[in-house]
């Protein structure tokens, strides 16, 4: 397929879960005036987080680090004309290898801006 329909494909799923989440949260019969805030719920709900941010932080940095392996052995390998193309390849590469790594480091500045508001 070609990138610009798996991009297309890829928001509108991301939009479906989004939508589907809103309406599983607004039909859930809870009454939204009664929370009171704190309490067990919020804990575990930062949790959850926590652990999520744990694991796709190690699922990316995995990622990262086999793609860096390939495209190494791809450049020692390869012709002048495919080295080339490659070194063009590396920057985007390592922006997106830092932040992979730094994502943990950015959602906890988040969080911590997010909570002192």
């Given at each position: 397929?070609?990138k ?63 793609v ?50």
């Amino acid at each position: 397929m070609k990138k610009k329909t798996i991009k297309i494909l890829l928001v509108m799923i991301m939009l479906i879960v989004a939508f589907t989440v809103t309406v599983n949260a607004a039909t859930s019969g809870k009454d939204p005036t009664g929370y009171t805030g704190g309490g067990a719920s919020v804990d575990r709900i930062e949790g959850l987080g926590n652990k999520i941010i744990q694991i796709v932080s190690v699922i990316g940095s995995i990622a990262s680090v086999i793609v860096l392996v390939v495209l190494g052995i791809k450049y020692m390998m390869g012709s002048a004309e495919e080295k080339a193309e490659y070194k063009k390849t590396l920057l985007p590469y390592i922006i997106g290898a830092a932040l992979v790594f730094a994502a943990s480091s950015i959602a906890g500045i988040v969080f911590n801006f997010a909570t002192s508001l």
